[in-house]
């Protein structure tokens, strides 16, 4: 299973921004899905958003529309999720994904990354 690297978590205050990056291993072809979800322990993994690479389609949950966006990152390869407005309810351990469909179902992705903390302080 292809092991993607997410990168970019950290500690910010209430209503500041952070860009998380997603590192995959190979090429990430245009039928590919690339996503964040985010989970806090004791709690059930939550979907965030999705990208289909190709043509850019995206899906986001309504708790960050306005707030999050999901797109290629600067690197090849490299998906990134700017994280603006940030409020403390979006403490969680971020994962990336790659999957073929665009949703918001966990088990519909099939490669994940490691996971990397955000904590946003009040």
């Known amino acids: 299973q292809a092991q993607l690297v997410g990168s970019g978590g950290g500690l910010v205050q209430a209503g500041g921004s952070l860009r998380l990056s997603c590192a995959a291993p190979?090429?990430?072809?245009?039928?590919?899905?690339m996503a964040w979800f985010r989970q806090v322990q004791g709690k059930e993994r939550e979907f965030v958003a999705a990208?289909?690479?190709?043509?850019?389609?995206?899906l986001y949950a309504d708790s960050v529309k306005g707030r999050f966006t999901i797109s290629r990152g600067d690197a090849a390869n490299t998906a990134s999720l700017q994280m603006n407005d940030l409020k403390p309810e979006d403490t969680a351990v971020y994962y990336c994904a790659r999957g073929v469909d665009l949703s918001s179902t966990p088990a519909q992705y099939h490669d994940w990354g490691q996971g990397t903390q955000v904590t946003v302080s009040s």
């Open positions: 990208f289909r690479w190709g043509v850019g389609r995206t």
């Open positions: 190979g090429r990430i072809y245009s039928s590919a899905v």
